[in-house]
Each structure stands twice: as C-alpha cells, then as structure tokens.
C-alpha cells in the first residue's frame, strides 16, 4: 500500500466556486505559471504517485460557496486517479484546507474527532505559553484531520493530516516588534504540537497504528527562535526523548535530528527574492508508530533533482517543479 502527503500550492486557485477546474491560459497563484500547466503538472504528479491515499495539504477550499470534496474529486475523476474519494475534516478560514483523497476499492475512510482528556482539534487547548502561571487558549488555524480507515482485508488504521504554521510578523513595525510577535507566534506553534503530541500519546496507548502526516513548517535548526525553546515542534510530535514504544519515526526526521550540520532532505523548494536563489526545507514528514516498523516501511522524496527516477524523467522532473513549491513523500507499506 502507498500513502502520501502533499502540499500543492494554491490549489484552491484552480478551481471556480462551482469546483470546476479554470483550465486557462490565466495566472494561476503560482509564480509565471498558468492555470492550465499547474493543472496539468498536477495530473502528471499524481498520476504517478498512484497511491491509495492522498494527504493533501493546502486543498481547495471550504466554504459556503466551495466544496473541497467537490473540487477534489473532479480533479481525480479529471486526471483518472484510483484515489477519487475525498474526505475533508474541520474547515478553516485560510483558503488551505486538509483532506484526503482515497482509493475506495482498497478503504474506506472517515473523519472520526477524538475527544478524550485532549480537547477535539475544532475547540481549544488550555497551556501555560508564558510561564505567568495562567492558562492560554489556543486554537489551530487549520485543525488536523482525523481519519478512520478500514481496509478491504480488515485492518485499521488511524491518520493525522497536520499543517502547522507560525505566522509571519504581520504589522510589526519595528525590529524588536517583529521579534516580540515573531516569539509569540513561535510559542503558539510548539502550543499545537504538544496538543497533538497529547492525542499521539492517547493513540499509543490504545495500542492504535498511527500515522500523522503532512507539512509542520518546522524542524531542528529551521526557526531563528529555536534555541529559545529547546525543541522544534517536529520533535515534540515525534516524541523525541521518549523510550521507541512511545515514539513516531520519520526516516528523514531521524536523519535531521541527529545531524545538525551537513548534508540534509528536502520536501520543499521556495525562491528567495532578496537574495535571488533557491532554499530548500524538509518541512514534510509521514511519521508512524512502532507497530508499524513491522511492516516493512519504505519513504521516498519526489525531489526532482535528488531522486534520481524523477530527474531522469524531464516531464516529471519539470511538473514537480511547476505543480507546487512543495514535493510529495510517499510511504509503502505492507499493510
């Protein structure tokens, strides 16, 4: 079995209120890319991942006026994908939806909340974010997705789609503004990871298979306010420090993790306009639980220049390149 994630850019950009693709010469949200190659960079990428099931991340919207299944699903009726069910949990306000598109002939799958002594991902968390003694509230701007799915051969298993963000220092004014909002954003993001560590730990200990996937915009040495809270929220999630029982286990988190310095993975490439090159980040991960390394794991970047399948294949070499400034990680497993 396959399972990916993937952050498309602008995906939402597409699609007209009525979820039908905008197929057309016209921008799309993309950089000097048209709707109609993101569109078709976008079939070729999934049509070669052929995955059973999808994370997608930053999906069309949900709204009033749009529907995410609706959009998704005429994309994979569109591009002729096996994964042509959509799911989609909580709605947000930020145009970039999570949800998941499935092969309903190997699953089915369900948005299933938990809701235990960790509050539902719709509601609010109760931490301490400044060590005032006070309780903060906390809320996701884009709430995980919790997924049921059941397979065809009787096995279950439990999917966290996540898309952590720390917002930008909107407003800021000064230096020592931006730092100060900066700080508070960076403090509100490690907030959501131990709310999600919180939920991780309670499917541990129901002895459930787990994976949580998806963008978490963050890792060892990626944020310049790091060292001022000891650990990025990537290591929170995965349980780092825990004995394996109760740890998640990410190949490329590992690797990053225990090298701090020197050659590195990547899942996403971003233009840098000041200084006019190229950064690359590993910002997406499909971390799983320990029952699960039984199962003979194998992860794979679609990186167009590391992977060596997608470089030698210039068409899909150059639709990673244009479909979105992030590239799919899939995992096999034997399921």
């Known amino acids: 079995m396959r399972i990916a994630t993937y952050n498309v850019e602008w995906f939402n950009a597409l699609f007209d209120d009525a979820g039908r693709m905008l197929e057309d010469a016209e921008w799309s949200a993309r950089y000097d890319v048209t709707r109609a ?30 529907s995410t299944v609706t959009a998704l699903e005429a994309f994979a009726d569109w591009a002729a994908l096996r994964a042509r ?8 306000d930020t145009q970039q939806e999570i949800a998941l598109l499935y092969d309903p002939d190997v699953m089915s799958a369900v948005h299933d909340p938990q809701e235990d002594d960790v509050p539902r991902f719709d509601g609010q968390f109760r931490i301490d974010l400044d ?37 930008a220092p909107h407003g800021a004014r000064t230096r020592d503004e931006a730092m100060r909002i900066g700080i508070a954003n960076r403090r509100k993001q490690l907030a959501q990871a131990v709310w999600l560590r919180q939920r991780i730990e309670a499917h541990l200990a129901a002895g459930d298979a787990l994976m949580v996937m998806g963008d978490l915009n963050d890792g060892p040495g990626l944020d310049e306010y790091e060292h001022l809270f000891g650990r990025s929220s990537v290591e929170i999630i995965a349980g780092e420090g825990n004995d394996a029982a109760q740890s998640l286990y990410d190949p490329h988190a590992r690797a990053a993790l225990t090298q701090r310095i020197g050659a590195g993975h990547s899942t996403s490439r971003f233009y840098l306009r000041d200084q006019k090159r190229y ?9 799983i639980s320990p029952d699960l390394m039984a199962r003979r794991p194998v992860w794979r970047i679609w990186h167009p220049f590391d992977d060596p399948e997608c470089w030698g294949k210039p068409l899909m070499r150059d639709a990673l390149l244009t479909a979105s400034d992030h590239f799919p990680l899939t995992l096999d497993i034997e399921l």
């Open 37 to 66: 190659d993101q569109l078709a960079a976008l079939r070729v990428v999934f049509s070669a991942l052929d995955a059973d099931a999808v994370m997608v991340i930053e999906a069309p919207d949900q709204n009033g006026r749009r």
């Open 131 to 167: 060590i005032d003694d006070r309780a903060d509230r906390v809320s996701f701007s884009k709430p995980p997705l919790e997924v049921a799915v059941s397979m065809a051969s009787g096995r279950t298993l439990r999917l966290i789609g996540t898309h952590l963000k720390s917002k």
């Open 279 to 287: 950064m690359q980040a590993l910002l997406d991960y499909i971390l």
């Open 85 to 92: 069910r959509a799911l989609i949990g909580f709605a947000n």
